[in-house]
C-alpha cells in the first residue's frame, strides 16, 4: 500500500512540474516572461524555473538576484522586532523619541506599530493619490534626512491609528529608527540580519550576480530601465535578492528560532481590516506580498505552517506610469496560477502557436486589415489599437458593475459632475465639487472635435474604460477604483486619429484561428476567427462580427 501511493505522488509531481512548464515555456514562448520561478508543494517537491538575459550579454540563472520591491518592507520589520526583543524600544511606543533629529511635531502621536502597519496617516512617497508630488527618485544617492525633510512638514492624512493608507514613507522612518537605535547604518544593521539566517545572496544595494532592470517586454520593445540610487528607498525597497533566499526566509520565519513566539505571532498576523500585518498581506489562507521598481517586478507568498510556497522574480516592466500597475497583475496573475496548480485545479495557459498556413491579405469593415509576416500576422486598424475593437459596443447592464459605469457614462455624456461625486472617493469627490474635473473633461472633449457619444465598454472591480467619440478622433478614458468601489481618478487612457494606423501581432492557433496578443501592450487579448463570412472577435466575454470590405 505504502508504494502505491509513493507511486501515487510521483506521477502527481511529475504532473503539476509539466503544467507548471508547460504555463512558464508559454509565457516565455510569447516574450512575456524573463525571470525566475521557484514553487514548493505540500510534500517538499520543488519547480524551478529560469529564463531570459539578466543584462545585455548574460543569461538568468537560478542564483541570479534581483531588487525586490515592496517586499524590503517584511525584511525592514524583522530589522524593527529584532530590536524590540533586544529591549531597544516597544511596538506601542511613540516614533518621535526614538528618531531623534528626524523626529516631526506632525508626528507626536504615531507609533512604531502604525508605521508598521500603514495606519499612521504619514503621507507616502512616490504616490500621488496620497497628496504628495510626484516625484522620482535619481540615480545619485540621498542623505537621510535630506529624503525624510522631504515629507517630514507634510499633515497626517488622518488621526493616527483610524484608517490604513499604504505609506512608503512609514517604513523610510522605521529605516531611521533601526539607524538611531542600533547605532548602525540601515544597509550594515540588515546585512548583519540577513547572515545571521543564511540568507547570503541577500544584499541591500545590487550585488556582483545582480540582473539590470528593462522596460518593455518583446525583443523590440526592449530599452535599459534606469537604476535608481537604493538609498531614495530606504527601508521600503532597495534590497536585492534571490529565490533561493527567498524561499529560505520563508522557512526562516515559520520555524521556532525566529525572534521570539509572541513576535514571531505579530510578525506573521495581520493587523488591519485590509489584512495587512507587518510588511504582509493576508488573503484567502495565503501570506505574501509584491515588489516594484523600474524594470523591476517580484512576489512572495507562502501558507503558514506548511512547506507550500510560490516566489516569482523578473526584471521586465512597462515604462509607462499608467500602465506600470499592470506589470504587477500580471506577476499576481502568475502567481495565482501557481497556487491553483498546487489546489489541485487546471490552470489556462497561453494557446500553442502553430505553423501559419499563409491567408491572403484581407480587409475588413471599420479600416481593419491582416497581412502575413514572417511566422505570425499583423492586424492594422484606423483610429484605435485592434485590441480595443470591443470598446465600440456599450455594455449591456447586466450587474452592478456595468450598471454603475453606464450611470458613470452619462453623467460625463451630460456633464453632471456634481453627480458624478456619489461615486467617488473623498480626493475625487473633491475634485468633482471643485470644477477641476469639468475643467479636465472640457479639454479632453475638445480633443475629439467634441464628443458626442459616451460608450461604457469594459468593467471590473479595479477599474473601468469609456469610449468618447467624436469627429475628430477617439479617446479612451481608464476609471479606477478603490476597495470599496469608489472612483479614485479618471484618466486618458489613449487618444486615437481617425486616419492613425495602429498594428499589433496576432499569432495563429488553429484553423483559420489566431491569438491577438495584447500583454506587451499593456492591452486585453482577443480571439480571431476568419470565416466566410468575415472576422469573428472574441474578447472580454463577447464577440464582435466584421464583414469583408467589399471590393
Not at 469608489?486 to 483559420?512: C, S, T, W
Amino acid at each position: 500500500m505504502k508504494s502505491t501511493v509513493t507511486l501515487f505522488l510521483i506521477i502527481y509531481s511529475l504532473h503539476a512540474q509539466s503544467q507548471l512548464q508547460k504555463l512558464f515555456d508559454r509565457e516565455v514562448k510569447y516574450q512575456h516572461f524573463n525571470g525566475v520561478v521557484l514553487v514548493e508543494s505540500q510534500d517538499g517537491s520543488i519547480f524551478q524555473y529560469n529564463s531570459g538575459k539578466a543584462d545585455a550579454e548574460s543569461l538568468i540563472e537560478f542564483n541570479t538576484s534581483f531588487d525586490i520591491g515592496s517586499i524590503t518592507k517584511q525584511f525592514t520589520a524583522a530589522g524593527i522586532l529584532h530590536l524590540v526583543k533586544a529591549g531597544k524600544f516597544k511596538l506601542h511606543d511613540q516614533i518621535n523619541p526614538l528618531l531623534g533629529k528626524y523626529a516631526s511635531d506632525r508626528w507626536q502621536k504615531v507609533t512604531v506599530h502604525q508605521l508598521l502597519t500603514h495606519t499612521s496617516g504619514v503621507p507616502s512617497l512616490y504616490q500621488t493619490e496620497q497628496g504628495m508630488d510626484l516625484f522620482f527618485p535619481e540615480v545619485d544617492s540621498i542623505k537621510l534626512d535630506v529624503l525624510i525633510g522631504k515629507f517630514k512638514g507634510e499633515k497626517l492624512l488622518f488621526s493616527p491609528g483610524e484608517e490604513f493608507n499604504y505609506s512608503n514613507s512609514g517604513y523610510i522612518l522605521l529605516a531611521a529608527i533601526i539607524e538611531q537605535m542600533s547605532g548602525k547604518t540601515y544597509e550594515s544593521y540588515m546585512h548583519g540580519m540577513f547572515k545571521s539566517y543564511g540568507l547570503n545572496q541577500t544584499s541591500f544595494m545590487p550585488n556582483e550576480n545582480a540582473t539590470r532592470p528593462f522596460y518593455g517586454y518583446r525583443k523590440d520593445q526592449l530599452k535599459n530601465a534606469p537604476i535608481y540610487h537604493h538609498s531614495w528607498y530606504l527601508g521600503a525597497g532597495g534590497i536585492y535578492s534571490t529565490v533561493s533566499d527567498l524561499a529560505k526566509w520563508i522557512d526562516v520565519i515559520n520555524s521556532e528560532g525566529f525572534l521570539t513566539k509572541e513576535l514571531r505571532e505579530k510578525f506573521l498576523r495581520s493587523h488591519t481590516n485590509k489584512g495587512y500585518g507587518y510588511g504582509w498581506v493576508h488573503s484567502d489562507g495565503i501570506i505574501s506580498h509584491d515588489g516594484g521598481s523600474a524594470g523591476f517586478m517580484s512576489k512572495l507568498s507562502f501558507k503558514p505552517q506548511s512547506s507550500e510556497k510560490v516566489v516569482i522574480l523578473t526584471n521586465r516592466s512597462f515604462e509607462d506610469i499608467r500602465k506600470f500597475g499592470k506589470s504587477s497583475e500580471y506577476i499576481a496573475d502568475l502567481t495565482d496560477k501557481c497556487w491553483a496548480h498546487l489546489n489541485g485545479e487546471e490552470i489556462e495557459v497561453l494557446p500553442e502557436i502553430v505553423a501559419l498556413n499563409t491567408p491572403e491579405n484581407l480587409r475588413f469593415v471599420e479600416g481593419i486589415s491582416l497581412e502575413s509576416i514572417d511566422t505570425a500576422l499583423l492586424i492594422r486598424m484606423k483610429g484605435h489599437y485592434p485590441s480595443r475593437v470591443v470598446g465600440n459596443t456599450a455594455l449591456e447592464g447586466k450587474d452592478t458593475l456595468e450598471n454603475k459605469m453606464i450611470a458613470i457614462a452619462n453623467d460625463m455624456r451630460k456633464n453632471k459632475y456634481w453627480s458624478l461625486a456619489k461615486y467617488c472617493d473623498g480626493e475625487m469627490k473633491l475634485v468633482m465639487y471643485s470644477g477641476m474635473m469639468s475643467i479636465g473633461m472640457r479639454m479632453m472633449k475638445k480633443q475629439t472635435g467634441g464628443a458626442d457619444e459616451f460608450i461604457p465598454y469594459f468593467v471590473n472591480e479595479h477599474h473601468g474604460l469609456i469610449r468618447m467619440k467624436g469627429p475628430d478622433g477617439i479617446l479612451d478614458l481608464i476609471v479606477y477604483f478603490d476597495g470599496e468601489g469608489r472612483i479614485q481618478g479618471i484618466f486618458e487612457h489613449g487618444f486615437y486619429e481617425k486616419d492613425k494606423e495602429i498594428a499589433m501581432l496576432v499569432y495563429p492557433i488553429g484553423n483559420k484561428l489566431y491569438y491577438l496578443d495584447g500583454m506587451p501592450y499593456g492591452e486585453p487579448s482577443a480571439t480571431l476567427k476568419i470565416t466566410g463570412q468575415g472576422l469573428s472577435v472574441y474578447q472580454l466575454n463577447r464577440v464582435i462580427e466584421f464583414m469583408p470590405q467589399a471590393n
